[in-house]
């Protein structure tokens, strides 16, 4: 069966309250103590599997989780054991997940990709455990049915009652303070409007770590997990999918790109590469949101607005601390003072993506992604060939002239080549041919398309870094002559480097259109 849930992470000064209003007359306690099996290699784990054993209602449950859509759908597949014992008596070694009982076709399909079905239980072995005390109850909005779950506990290494591995000298367990909350029955989109209602009242904030996860960054001696790029293997489309589904299935895909950076920086992590990847996913969602308009009724023009601003913030910060690692130490290099930007931003991340708007944003863009398909909504394939072939032209224009054009002109030149390389990402399962249609066949022509953006793109890139650069320092010697140097170095580079971009973008017009 699927699940439609949502987890969050509780800020530590709502932690008290929030379990006070969780914990009414109709909620339940409960403990619940799983232990996770895997191979050595964490097999399972690289396909997003997570398998357990866990005791809960006096019984013990073999449950196994895929990663779904990778937003808050996933495949969940129960099954009770025939075991005796509580967590505090039962012999872990007893503990054997019965492979056999796991019958759906596509599971099995991922098991055997692993190893053949015989042999992978002699394979799994314990990896981590988790035991937490869970309150729950169960509400209605308007027809559906929602459970809330307030878990704190704790994921650690080996067994549940065993002392610090010796030969693990670091991290081996870590707190859990979440929250779910659960469609059992009913519309997604009531699931969504509770969910908001509480990301509000408690400014909880999205998480995509699972207990499963938490328990593989403590195998790997880590805290928070590591940035994740866009994934576009897993955009699967048809060709003639109609407009609505094809920007619900865009946005999903923008997704799975936003959601786990920005988990681990509102986690805490200081990753500028999460920053960097939660700004590209932010970046094509506003690409699709801007260049797709075919779901007008369904879309809160707000979202856009929230987007930029937190797109902006996260921008401030990445651009300070590209100067810190990256440009000055250069500078530095070829005779500069030094010129400190550690202390020049403002908003951190972890405040930018915490905040309540882009939390409830983020929710409301999930709900969209759930919302059934109008059936009289008109097919993808032509409005975005249309696209695709305006802005080619656009960028084709601009080659020739784009040493002369102004600093805004040059950024909008910059800006329509993401955006063209993003819709062709997005597009490029509409145009496979019938017969060549698979994944590799797809990639190659798309492929064979961005060898002729990538380069330009690049230029463009450190261009535009050049020209933040320049307009940073030069506000920056304002207060410290130190700057001055560098005003002059990114002044003397200019004229080359925006001739260098024209002659990058020539070659633009020479890609071999797959539309």
């Not at 997570?50 to 779904?68: C, H, M, N, P, Y």
């Amino acid at each position: 069966m699927h699940e439609l849930e949502l987890k969050f992470a509780v800020p530590s000064y709502q932690q008290n309250v929030l379990r006070k209003n969780i914990d009414t007359k109709t909620a339940q306690q409960k403990r619940l103590s799983a232990y996770y099996f895997d191979t050595p290699n964490q097999d399972l784990a690289k396909k997003g599997i997570a398998l357990r054993i866990r005791f809960e209602d006096s019984q013990w449950v073999q449950t196994l989780k895929t990663a779904g859509d990778g937003v808050a759908k996933r495949v969940e597949l129960n099954t009770v054991l025939s075991l005796t014992g509580t967590p505090d008596t039962l012999d872990v070694s007893s503990l054997v997940p019965d492979i056999s009982l796991i019958t759906e076709q596509a599971v099995v399909a991922e098991l055997t990709s692993i190893m053949p079905l015989d042999e992978l239980p002699q394979a799994l072995t314990v990896q981590y455990f988790t035991d937490v005390q869970r309150t729950s109850r169960q509400i209605k909005k308007n027809n559906s049915r929602i459970e809330i779950a307030y878990d704190i506990g704790k994921v650690g290494i080996g067994h549940l009652n065993s002392q610090k591995p010796a030969n693990n000298p670091g991290l081996t367990q870590s707190d859990i303070h979440e929250i779910e909350f659960e469609l059992l029955e009913g519309d997604p989109s009531d699931l969504i409007e509770v969910a908001k209602t509480w990301c509000k009242k408690y400014k909880l904030y999205l998480s995509t770590v699972t207990k499963a996860q938490r328990g593989s960054l403590l195998l790997a001696n880590k805290q928070f997990a590591e940035p994740v790029k866009a994934d576009l293997a897993v955009l699967q489309l048809h060709k003639g999918i109609s407009q609505f589904a094809f920007l619900q299935a865009v946005v999903n895909n923008c997704l799975v790109q936003i959601l786990p950076n920005a988990s681990a920086i509102a986690e805490g992590s200081p990753d500028g590469n999460l920053v960097h990847q939660l700004r590209v996913g932010i970046r094509r969602l506003r690409t699709a949101l801007k260049h797709f308009k075919f779901a007008q009724d369904y879309i809160d023009p707000n979202w856009l607005m929230v987007l930029k601003q937190t797109f902006s913030l996260l921008g401030e910060y990445r651009d300070k601390e590209i100067l810190q690692i990256k440009t000055q130490p250069l500078l530095e290099s070829v005779g500069a003072s030094h010129v400190e930007w550690s202390t020049a931003v403002d908003i951190m991340p972890i405040d930018a993506v915490r905040a309540n708007d882009f939390q409830i944003l983020l929710l409301e863009l999930i709900g969209f992604t759930h919302l059934p398909v109008p059936a009289d909504s008109p097919k993808a394939k032509a409005p975005v060939a249309k696209k695709l072939q305006k802005l080619f032209t656009a960028i084709a224009a601009a080659s020739d002239k784009f040493a002369s054009l102004d600093t805004e002109s040059q950024h909008g030149v910059r800006k329509d080549l993401k955006s063209l390389r993003y819709v062709s990402e997005f597009a490029a399962p509409l145009f496979a041919s019938q017969n060549n249609g698979k994944k590799g066949k797809k990639a190659t022509k798309l492929n064979a398309f961005l060898q002729y953006l990538e380069p330009a793109q690049d230029v463009l890139g450190e261009y535009n870094d050049n020209v933040v650069g320049h307009a940073n320092y030069l506000e920056k010697a304002k207060t410290d002559p130190n700057a001055l140097f560098a005003v002059g170095w990114f002044s003397g580079r200019e004229q080359a480097s925006s001739e260098q971009c024209a002659v990058s973008l020539k070659t633009v017009k020479n890609a071999p259109k797959f539309w």
